[in-house]
């Protein structure tokens, strides 16, 4: 009995080994079939692939191509832009530079001028009272000055009649002495003759010279009169000014003393009420 049973399963599966090779063997065949008939399919298929991939590829290409063009295009214009936008900058920093330039200069040439103007009023202003300190004191010194002309002048004139009244005596005796014995019997009469002609033709020169010192002395006081009346009179125009800048310097004192009390409606008054109205 259980020899009997050994040897059915055994055989049962000496059947199923057996079967299950056949449906292998099967399979196999038909696989093998089946490729033979799907391997030039497949070729024309691989074909297809080959050139669809190779026109995208060459799409890929032209389409990279066309993209790298209009890259490098938009690069250019990019610089370019970028240029002309430099250029444009340094344009307007240029024409700011040169305005702020301008009004620098226009500045200091108002300052130099406001400057100019006040140190102008001071220094009259100072002038005018340094010469009305001094004003005694330059009469004196331009009086002073006339009298040593003056004597100089005179010193001047006395020497040269000095010197023409010892030219003439020499003259005279030189005269005398060549005319020797010639005229010996008129001398007496014609040497009086002689002095008198010359004494008259010395008082003659003298007045003469008189009156040229008292023309240059007239004419010298005439000159120190006149600068005298134009330092009166720069005196006068100075007094002025000086006087008008302090009734600027009063009348706007006054207003603003005025602003300040609130006088003549400067400021409007404040009125103030106790307990409200009945």
């Given at each position: 009995?259980g ?5 059915s ?16 063997s099967r ?8 490729s033979?008939?799907?391997s030039?399919?497949?070729?024309r298929?691989r074909?297809?692939?080959?050139y ?5 590829r ?11 063009d ?14 002309r ?12 530079r040169q ?5 620098k200069?226009m500045?200091e ?15 009259a202003q100072r ?6 300190k ?5 009469e ?11 004597q ?8 040269e ?12 005796i030189?005269k005398?002495i ?9 001398t ?15 008082r ?8 040229e010192?008292?023309r ?7 000159q ?11 005196q006068?125009?100075?007094?002025e000014r ?29 009125s103030?009420?106790?307990g409200?109205k009945s």
């Amino acid at each position: 009995m259980g020899r009997s049973r050994s040897r059915s399963r055994s055989s049962t599966r000496h059947k199923h080994k057996s079967k299950h090779k056949k449906r292998r063997s099967r399979s196999l065949s038909r696989n093998r079939s089946h490729s033979h008939r799907s391997s030039p399919n497949k070729h024309r298929s691989r074909s297809r692939d080959r050139y669809s991939k190779s026109s995208k590829r060459s799409r890929r290409r032209s389409s990279t191509s066309s993209s790298s063009d209009s890259d490098d295009e938009k690069a250019i214009n990019r610089r370019i832009e970028e240029a002309r936008r430099r250029d444009e900058e340094m344009k307007r920093a240029e024409a700011e530079r040169q305005r702020l330039a301008r009004q620098k200069e226009m500045e200091e040439r108002l300052i130099e001028e406001e400057v100019a103007k006040r140190v102008e009023a001071l220094v009259a202003q100072r002038v005018a009272e340094e010469l009305e300190k001094r004003k005694d004191e330059i009469e004196a010194e331009v009086l002073r000055r006339v009298d040593e002309a003056k004597q100089e002048m005179e010193k001047q004139m006395l020497a040269e009649m000095e010197q023409k009244r010892e030219a003439e005596i020499q003259a005279r005796i030189k005269k005398e002495i060549y005319s020797g014995d010639k005229r010996s019997g008129n001398t007496d009469y014609a040497s009086s003759g002689n002095f008198q002609e010359e004494e008259r033709q010395k008082r003659e020169e003298l007045e003469r010279i008189m009156a040229e010192n008292n023309r240059k002395m007239e004419l010298a006081q005439k000159q120190l009169a006149e600068e005298q009346l134009k330092l009166v009179e720069e005196q006068r125009q100075m007094l002025e000014r000086k006087q008008k800048l302090e009734d600027e310097e009063r009348r706007r004192a006054k207003r603003e003393q005025e602003v300040i009390l609130n006088k003549k409606n400067a400021r409007p008054r404040l009125s103030f009420s106790l307990g409200g109205k009945s």
